[in-house]
């Protein structure tokens, strides 16, 4: 028991290491940036393009990364989470800069709604066996009375 516990322990090494996902902002580069001297031609000079702009202000830049590492299935597990938003005022000088990470999220609730489909309310049974005895042996185009073929002129 022991020996199998030490084993499947070691096998971390097997894993992949931790990826960077998207935009990861240095610390050391943000305190390049003054607050009211500032530009934005500065801070994409000095830390990048943002990752998104905030949908209803141009003037504020989100730069998102995150830190994912493989899992057991290779589904990604997030280690970390950092969200940089910088603001401008209305002539493009740095108005401030705000970190958040992980513990600012807001949980978000899935509401479990189904959209209404018109048509009938057949369950899966009956519409696997509702085409039985619907099947026409002659074809789809055949003449009345059970030949098959084009029909003859009279």
């Known amino acids: 028991m022991l020996v199998a516990c030490l084993l499947l322990s070691s096998c971390g090494w097997l894993m ?4 960077v996902r998207g935009n ?3 610390p050391e580069s943000l305190k390049e940036l003054v607050v009211g001297t500032s530009t934005k031609a500065d801070v994409s000079a000095v830390i990048g393009s943002p990752t998104a702009k905030d ?3 141009d003037n504020t830049w989100l730069y998102i990364s995150e830190l994912t590492q493989q899992r057991i299935g290779r589904t990604l597990g ?3 989470q950092n969200v940089v938003v910088v603001s401008f005022d209305g002539k493009g000088v740095l108005k401030s800069i705000e970190k958040r990470d992980k513990d600012d999220a807001l949980p978000v609730a899935v509401v479990a709604r189904t959209t209404p489909s018109p048509g009938t309310e057949a369950s899966f049974l009956q ?3 509702g085409n039985i005895g619907r099947f026409n042996p002659t074809g789809a185009g055949s003449a009345p009375g059970g030949r098959g073929g084009a029909p003859t002129a009279p």
């Open 24 to 26: 990861k902002v240095d």
């Open 55 to 57: 949908t209803f202000d």
């Open 78 to 80: 997030e280690l970390e």
């Open 16 to 19: 992949p290491p931790p990826q």
């Open 127 to 129: 519409q696997l066996l």
